[in-house]
């Protein structure tokens, strides 16, 4: 089974950046269709951006332009840069994985197959 870790949240100030790392075990990230997801107490699940396998990205509307998600094969590892952090994007965001063996819904939970634990991201004003 894949594994998913993610780290590097924290709390920061309105305007600063973050760095969260996903690290994959027992499986190639590359492998898949790789996802940022983020939730926040008393709220729905939300979707923040996509890799697909190919390497084309996709972003929700909330954070395009500002959240920048990459890869490096090598680490086996996806990141979400984000910069410009406002208080609404306080969450704890976690990466999933898709089976690349049919179509794909980025917006849909439920087509992934594999989930991190989460890191908490905390934006104060």
Known sequence: QVQLVESGGGT????????LSCVASGGTASNYHMAWFRLAPGKEREFVGLRYRG??????????????????NAKNALYLQMNS???????????????ARGGLLPQDAARYDYWGQGTQVTVSS
Do not use: H, M, W
């Open 55 to 72: 390497g084309n990205t996709y972003y929700a509307d909330s954070v395009k332009g500002r959240f920048t998600i990459s890869a490096d």
């Open 85 to 99: 952090l406002k208080p609404e994007d306080t969450a704890a965001y976690s990466c999933a994985a898709a089976g």
């Open 12 to 19: 920061v100030q309105t305007g600063d950046s973050l760095r």
